[in-house]
């Protein structure tokens, strides 16, 4: 969608009013029915008389387009400034990323910087990544723009910013290369970059075309994925996962605006929902049919992607995995298919601020076709939402049909479903007849261990074979290494062990970065993930006395939002909050329990919980 669209002579007259700002933002209001908050009429005011005197060039022709917050089809990303014309035959337009930077900060996560924004010092996209990220999107998912080989040359302009040794930093020289950066001195050189590819006007009418272009993924990201996923292990699919690949497919192809269809696929831990998730994402998007990866946390969703695109920079890949807070103000069935993988954790409402009215209805509006895998043994936070029931309530209201499958076959803890069933009992989440591991004819290493540094050192050991065991912990310990970097979190001063909470420097991508194994991770960081052997320690939130399992809110670490508001919730209903605490303690505990494919080595803070376990082996 275009809110401002003009020739270049036309945007100049705009620019000598001195009221660019409320002009465009008018066009917001008209054509995105929204208002302009006074900051970002600020910005605009700012950026774009900062733009009017670059493109103030005889040079630059008068009727070329100009267009101003372009609203990427199918994303909530927004292009600043574009200005469209033909360099040679060829139609071509330059994307302008505008930033009011003043100062920015080097991090060591590829293609991130720190800035101010909104007060605070934040991480965000280093602006030739954004820059290029947009051009990427359009060359990937706009058929118009790959067919008639449209150029695009991506570059950022930070008006206010002095030039310093972060923003140009050759860490960030890969970006850099790809979407020049231009600074508060070089209005003359971003001049020159825009002559240099806009040589005469905009006859053909580029930007409009682009805006009405075919929105499919395009062949070169089909043939991408295709070899990204073919004759990779970690993404094989058997038995009943085939049966809902297939389907998904079957629906996918059949859904429309008019007639809706939603499947609900349940599964327990290791049962490859994961799997069959992006085995959809990559197949639907090769047909042509636009599909996004959807989770709560972004953990899976890195993972998934990095692994996925691997050592190459696949940027457009970013734009289909999205949080499930992303559908807010979404079109009605503007998306083909939504694949929600971990759908326990959908919240009612989104983020800090409760923003939207429900994510479930606001998937479901947005989409023709949507899937939730979902495992209710593994919901974890008092404000995890998602439910079959639920599902099927919203889609029964809105008249979209339903189907409902489930996946079985146990491919974690060695293929036992025993191993799962002891865990329940053994966690008093359910009796089942496996009262002891001992009796379970299967091959899987589950050890107890006295000393937590013994429990470190055997984690590290099977980590060198292939980077696949990890330390994690029940959340009772403060954050405290977050703010001082050199503090540690969960010490056991009498046995010499001393860690630290998994740090933001690996993001999501904690559980498989080679070197994060010196860090404890925590559920956040797991949960739908999965590595060969994991570590846990459990903590005085999970006690055992006289054979009977205690949980405890309060020996949570204060900061831990999973059981934010249970102090209110206790005083208002007691018994309702007590068994909604001790379920998600306990099925924290056994999602933690279930990540190791051959192993799963414990620590109990507490002597008789740990004798307790021995016990029941």
């Not at 008093?428 to 009796?439: E, H, S």
């Not at 459990?538 to 205690?550: A, F, K, N, Q, S």
Request: hydrophobic residues 35%; contains cysteine.
């Amino acid at each position: 969608m275009i809110v401002y669209h003009k020739s270049k002579g036309a945007f100049w007259e705009d620019i000598l009013t001195n009221d660019i700002g409320n002009i465009v933002s008018e066009s917001i209001k008209k054509y995105a029915g929204k208002r302009v908050a006074p900051n970002e009429l600020r910005s605009f005011n700012n950026s774009l008389m900062a733009m009017g005197i670059v493109v103030n060039d005889p040079q630059i022709p008068d009727d070329c387009s100009v267009c101003i917050e372009y609203h990427i089809p199918q994303t909530s990303k927004r292009i600043d400034f574009i200005i469209g014309g033909k360099k040679g035959s060829q139609d071509s337009i330059v994307i302008v990323e505008l930033k009011q930077w003043q100062e920015a900060q080097i991090t060591s996560k590829d293609g991130l910087v720190k800035t101010i924004l909104g007060g605070s010092l934040v991480e965000t996209s280093h602006p030739s990544y954004q820059a290029w990220s947009y051009a990427a999107l359009l060359l990937s998912f706009n058929a118009t723009v790959e067919e008639e080989k449209i150029q695009l040359f991506p570059c950022a302009y930070l008006h206010n910013y002095i030039p310093d040794e972060t923003i140009g930093h050759t860490f960030y020289q890969y970006y850099l290369d790809k979407a020049p950066v231009f600074l508060k001195p070089d209005a003359r050189r971003l001049q020159s970059y825009i002559k240099e590819h806009i040589h005469s006007g905009d006859s053909s009418n580029v930007i409009s075309r682009i805006d009405h272009g075919k929105i499919r993924p395009t062949k070169s990201l089909a043939d991408s994925l295709r070899n990204m996923i073919k004759g990779n292990q970690e993404f094989v699919m058997i038995d009943d996962q085939k049966v809902v690949y297939e389907n998904a497919l079957f629906l996918a192809h059949r859904s429309t605006p008019t007639s809706k269809n939603v499947l609900i696929v349940e599964g327990g831990p290791g049962t490859g929902k994961s799997v069959v998730a992006i085995n959809l994402l990559v197949e639907l998007n090769r047909k042509g049919i636009i599909s996004q990866y959807v989770t709560k946390t972004s953990a899976p969703r890195d993972v998934y992607f990095e692994k996925l695109a691997g050592d190459k920079r696949k940027v457009e890949l970013k734009s289909l995995f999205v949080g499930s807070g992303s559908f807010i103000k979404a079109e009605p069935s503007s998306m083909s298919t939504l694949i929600i993988d971990e759908a326990h954790r959908l919240t009612e409402r989104t983020g800090f601020l409760r923003r939207g009215d429900n994510q479930i209805k606001e998937i479901l509006d947005a989409s023709c076709f949507s899937i939730f895998f979902i495992d209710e043994k593994q919901r974890i936070h008092l404000d995890d939402y998602g439910e079959p029931a639920l599902i099927e309530q919203f889609a029964n209201e809105k008249g979209i049909k339903i189907h409902k499958l489930n996946l079985e076959s146990q491919f974690r803890c060695n293929g036992s479903d025993g191993y799962l069933a002891w865990l329940d009992n053994t966690l008093q989440l359910r009796d089942t007849a496996n009262k002891t591991l001992g009796n379970l004819d299967f091959e899987y290493d589950f050890r107890i261990f006295d000393n937590p540094t013994d429990l470190q050192e055997v984690i590290y050991h099977k980590n060198e074979v292939n980077n696949k065991a990890r330390l994690v912990a029940g959340y009772c310990w403060p954050w405290k290494s977050k703010k001082d970097k050199n503090a540690f979190d969960i010490e056991f001063p009498d046995n010499n062990f001393k860690m630290q909470w998994n740090l933001g420097d690996y993001g999501g991508l904690w559980i498989i970065d080679p070197n994060s194994v010196t860090e404890i991770g925590c559920i956040h960081t797991a949960q739908g993930l999965e590595v060969d052997y994991v570590g846990v320690i459990i903590g005085d939130d999970l006690i055992v006395r006289d054979g009977v399992v205690i949980t405890d809110a309060s020996k949570r670490a204060p900061d831990d939002r999973t059981v934010f508001g249970w102090k209110k919730g206790m005083k208002e209903d007691p018994g309702t909050t007590k068994k909604l605490l001790d379920d998600i303690i306990k099925n924290t505990y056994r999602t933690l329990m279930t990540r190791g494919m051959k192993g799963c080595y414990i620590y109990c803070t507490d002597e008789e919980t740990r004798e307790y376990f021995k016990q029941m082996i």
